[in-house]
């Protein structure tokens, strides 16, 4: 039976992963902050699962729930970094320090958990890490300029460290997520003015995007574009950068909100 990790297993995609992944008979870790959230979100995935409070914007403590996570569960087979937090608000108006907790949660505490169960995964020459990145990191949208900067980041360490391990048992996939309707999502919307072009663009739902994230895994896919029309940024970046700086209203103030 797998070993599967979800962080960010509180809310949204992450507990749509948890759904999926007790579906088809793992076991599952969840990781986050909020532990009523996560005891709801297992009791109603059934199955075994385990929750650990944890929160992931401090790299100090990153790791603490990681032994005895494995102790009970065995080795980790399925890393899901999933968990995050954007800021849509003007660049000037990031606070330093939200900016710095965003950047350690969206990137740097999952390379230093990656970090440090690579060489676990290695040893057994298996195990997948799932890197939820975001098409904000494919094609980066005004008004999200943090998130961005670390969306773009870990897309890129995600697709690089895929080809570093290519001849190993050890898999990466790469998830760039568009509009999912989430918490995150609608906090994102409410963020800008009014844009009709918004209301056309498609929008997905967690609970199909978790279901070909576990596909993805299952089937060694290097990467889950989701919704699909959200490839077209992969494929012209730069017809994609025209119409993004020219059609993104540039996000309220926060002091207006
Ligand atoms: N929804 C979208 O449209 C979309 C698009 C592209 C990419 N994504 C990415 O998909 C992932 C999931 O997003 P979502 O839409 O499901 O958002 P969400 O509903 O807001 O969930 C975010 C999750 O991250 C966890 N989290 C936030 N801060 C944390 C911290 N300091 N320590 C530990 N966990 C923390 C939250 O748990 P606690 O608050 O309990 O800690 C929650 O479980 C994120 O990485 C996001 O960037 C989403």
Do not use: C
């Amino acid at each position: 039976m797998k070993h599967v990790v979800v962080t960010g297993a509180s809310s949204g995609i992450g507990a749509a992963l948890v759904a999926e992944f007790v579906r088809v008979g793992a076991r599952v870790t969840l990781v986050a902050r909020r532990e009523a959230e996560m005891q709801a979100i297992a009791h109603a995935a059934g199955g075994q699962t385990q929750i650990f409070v944890s929160d992931l914007s401090r790299i100090d403590t990153s790791l603490d729930w990681m032994l005895p996570a494995e102790e009970r569960f065995g080795p980790i087979d399925v890393l899901i970094h999933n968990a995050g937090v954007q800021l849509v608000e003007p660049a000037e108006e990031h606070d330093p320090e939200a900016l710095q907790a965003m950047l350690r949660l969206n990137l740097l505490v999952p390379l230093h958990i990656t970090r440090a169960v690579l060489p676990k995964m290695l040893a057994r020459n298996e195990g997948t890490i799932v890197d939820i990145a975001s098409v904000a990191g494919l094609a980066p949208t005004p008004g999200m300029w943090g998130y961005n900067a670390s969306k773009a980041g870990f897309g890129a360490a995600s697709e690089s460290l895929r080809g570093e391990l290519r001849k190993t048992g050890v898999h990466v996939v790469t998830v760039y997520p568009g509009p999912v309707d989430t918490p995150m999502a609608r906090a994102g919307y409410a963020a800008y003015p009014e844009n009709p072009a918004l209301q056309i663009l498609p929008e997905g739902i967690p609970s199909e995007l978790a279901r070909r994230i576990r596909e993805a895994v299952d089937l060694r896919r290097d990467r889950v574009i989701y919704p699909r029309f959200y490839a077209v940024l992969r494929y012209f970046p730069t017809v994609a950068r025209f119409f993004l700086d020219r059609m993104t209203p540039r996000p309220h103030s926060r002091k207006g909100r």
